[in-house]
């Protein structure tokens, strides 16, 4: 916990189950592959998330994997018993209108460093995040962009982003920093799904000026479409609906 030596993940809670659990689990378990810990067992950790979340009908349960107990200094201990930590808590409360409206974004100032042994899994060291939300205090602005510290798009800063242009959509290659998140995976199958094309690859500030739409996605908010970025209007409509909507069902459910 002292040097963010773990992993976490973030389920959202629909109808007393957590939703898009084996995505979140393969997630989990590559996390601690990378880190070099003992992954947990699933049937247990499910068994436990279950006890945990057993008089919730909705809200957040969160399952953070630490590598232990060690002494000090940073060499991990020859001995690893990894620490499981489960928690519920309410949903969180996002603007009413976020889904059919869009959002209001902004870039920040903070960028991401590179480390492709870190890309892509959730780990416990979030202070780049933690720096960029201190960014902005005014609440109509609901998520701030990040880039990386060679000036590409990345993420925001609790969700991933696409691009919409001329039908096809793009979203941020994450090979070198970023969280591949587990609603943006199930984005990327279900546009395939529908002959939408997608696209992974580097991407500009110039490109969302460009694009015709943005949106963004985590496992709390599915999918937000973006109305505002920096100040200048976006086209939120850009969005497919069908893609919404197959998103928020699919995202939703207990698979």
Same mark, same amino acid.
């Given at each position: 916990?002292?040097?963010?030596?773990?992993?976490?993940?973030?389920?959202?809670?629909?109808?007393?189950?957590?939703?898009?659990?084996?995505?979140?689990?393969?997630?989990?378990?590559?996390?601690?592959?990378?880190?070099?810990?003992?992954?947990?067992?699933?049937?247990?950790?499910?068994?436990?998330?279950?006890?945990?979340?057993?008089?919730?009908?909705?809200?957040?349960?969160?399952?953070?994997?630490?590598?232990?107990?060690? =002494?000090?200094?940073?060499?991990?201990?020859?001995?690893?018993?990894?620490?499981?930590i489960?928690t519920?808590?309410?949903?969180?409360?996002?603007?009413?209108?976020?889904?059919?409206?869009?959002?209001?974004?902004?870039?920040?100032?903070?960028?991401?460093?590179?480390?492709?042994s870190?890309?892509?899994?959730?780990?416990?060291?979030?202070?780049?995040?933690?720096?960029?939300?201190?960014?902005?205090?005014?609440?109509?602005?609901s998520? =701030?962009?990040?880039?990386?510290?060679?000036?590409?798009?990345?993420e925001?800063?609790?969700?991933?982003?696409?691009?919409?242009?001329?039908?096809?959509?793009?979203?941020?290659?994450?090979?070198?920093?970023?969280?591949?998140?587990?609603m943006?995976?199930?984005?990327?199958?279900?546009?395939?799904?529908?002959?939408?094309?997608?696209?992974?690859?580097?991407?500009?500030?110039?490109?969302?000026?460009?694009?015709? =739409?943005?949106?963004?996605?985590?496992?709390?908010?599915?999918?937000?479409?973006?109305?505002?970025?920096?100040?200048? =209007?976006?086209?939120?409509?850009?969005?497919?609906?069908?893609?919404?909507?197959?998103?928020?069902?699919?995202?939703?459910?207990?698979?």
């Amino acid at each position: 916990m002292q040097y963010g030596d773990g992993v976490f993940e973030t389920i959202a809670i629909t109808g007393g189950l957590p939703c898009l659990w084996d995505r979140h689990i393969q997630r989990l378990l590559e996390g601690c592959r990378r880190l070099g810990f003992p992954a947990p067992d699933i049937n247990v950790l499910f068994d436990e998330a279950e006890r945990v979340i057993a008089s919730a009908d909705s809200g957040v349960l969160k399952i953070i994997i630490t590598r232990g107990i060690g =002494g000090r200094g940073y060499r991990p201990p020859d001995e690893v018993n990894p620490n499981r930590i489960l928690t519920c808590s309410p949903a969180p409360e996002f603007q009413e209108d976020a889904r059919q409206r869009g959002v209001a974004i902004r870039t920040c100032t903070n960028r991401l460093g590179r480390n492709a042994s870190l890309a892509g899994i959730k780990h416990l060291n979030r202070l780049e995040q933690v720096l960029a939300s201190r960014e902005w205090s005014d609440p109509l602005i609901s998520e =701030g962009l990040m880039l990386d510290v060679n000036g590409r798009v990345i993420e925001g800063i609790k969700s991933n982003l696409f691009i919409v242009k001329e039908g096809v959509l793009r979203t941020p290659d994450l090979m070198q920093c970023g969280v591949s998140g587990v609603m943006r995976a199930l984005v990327i199958d279900i546009a395939k799904s529908m002959d939408v094309s997608v696209v992974v690859s580097d991407i500009t500030m110039h490109d969302l000026r460009m694009a015709d =739409g943005l949106f963004l996605t985590n496992s709390l908010i599915g999918i937000w479409p973006v109305r505002e970025l920096d100040g200048q =209007g976006v086209n939120s409509q850009a969005v497919d609906k069908q893609l919404i909507e197959t998103v928020m069902e699919q995202g939703f459910n207990h698979g």
